[in-house]
């Protein structure tokens, strides 16, 4: 049984978008051009949005989508992904926390600076500071 595709927070661009990149199904059209599809592709904008929303890249969605095309449950593939998220989540956070020590470093730095005694070959003593 086939249906039109309803769902308010997936647009038509999206809908279509998703066609052309194989995460839907080619749609089956009614007289008037409306795209029909099955009950499982009416699940798939839905879990698509979940996916996204956990961290998953439409790349990794697909293959999602392909280990459960084989017949086989894709929750250990799921769980590889997003621990891998979270390894790179942490990794960015660790950046991140550098960073903000050195901007904090450097806004202290910039309060002690006297801009007419700022020689015009450093071109910023706050960035590039001697010893």
Do not use: W
């Amino acid at each position: 049984m086939t249906q039109r595709l309803t769902c308010r927070s997936v647009t038509a661009k999206t809908i279509r978008y998703y066609e052309e990149i194989g995460l839907l199904p080619p749609a089956e059209r009614e007289a008037n051009g409306y795209r029909l599809y099955d009950r499982g592709a009416l699940q798939r904008p839905r879990f698509v949005q979940h996916a996204q929303a956990a961290g998953l890249s439409l790349r990794e969605i697909m293959q999602v989508l392909m280990i459960r095309f084989e017949g086989r449950a894709p929750c250990v593939h799921v769980r590889e992904r997003l621990c891998h998220h979270l390894e790179q989540i942490e990794a960015r956070r660790a950046e991140l926390r550098a960073t903000r020590r050195e901007l904090q470093d450097l806004a202290r730095h910039a309060e002690t600076v006297d801009p007419a005694s700022c020689p015009e070959e450093v071109i910023c003593s706050i960035l590039v500071r001697e010893g």
